[in-house]
């Protein structure tokens, strides 16, 4: 009888759910709430600031000719784009800010197609805290979504209000 006690006693002890405390201290210790999780830091920061913009602030210089957006920023040492995105071509933009994120310059040139309104930020890979992956990524984070994607030494990122699916898609205008 007492081997099979024991083994009973053997059988519910392994079937007790173990606590993964490994995995409860770094939830625990998270700074980030379940939101933000997975959102790299400058989105988050851009989110805030865009939705801020669009309240109080004016833009640092308007024109419906990006060029001439773009000489500006140029000419105040900001980053530029340079050729637009495809999603972009043909667009009349309205003005541009800039924005800086830990030492990290950002320049945003915003562009209107209808009632939308979609926001071109660019940053350099040297001086921006997080690299970002050739191919594009796509976050949805505080009532807008972002495409981010790199080429040579620029970061972009292309913003709108909304879902994913109001991003621009390149020839759709």
Known sequence: MGIAAA????????LIPVRDTSTQLANN?????LATAGIPGLIDFLADEISEFKKN??????????????QYLNDTGRPTPGELPAELDGL???????FNFKDCDVSMICFKQDASIYHLLTTGKDTCPKTYEQQ?????HDGKSFKTWSEGEK???????GAKENLPVAGNH
């Not at 210790?29 to 709430?33: C, E, G, L, V």
């Not at 970061?155 to 209000?161: E, N």
């Open 92 to 98: 009349n933009s309205l003005g541009c800010v800039t």
């Open 7 to 14: 083994l009973v006693v053997a059988g519910v002890v392994l």
């Open 57 to 70: 602030a004016p833009f640092d210089k308007q024109g419906a000719a990006h060029t001439d957006l773009q």
């Open 29 to 33: 210790d998270a700074p980030t709430s």
């Open 136 to 140: 594009p990524a796509v976050y949805e």
């Open 155 to 161: 970061i972009f990122i292309l913003c709108t209000d």
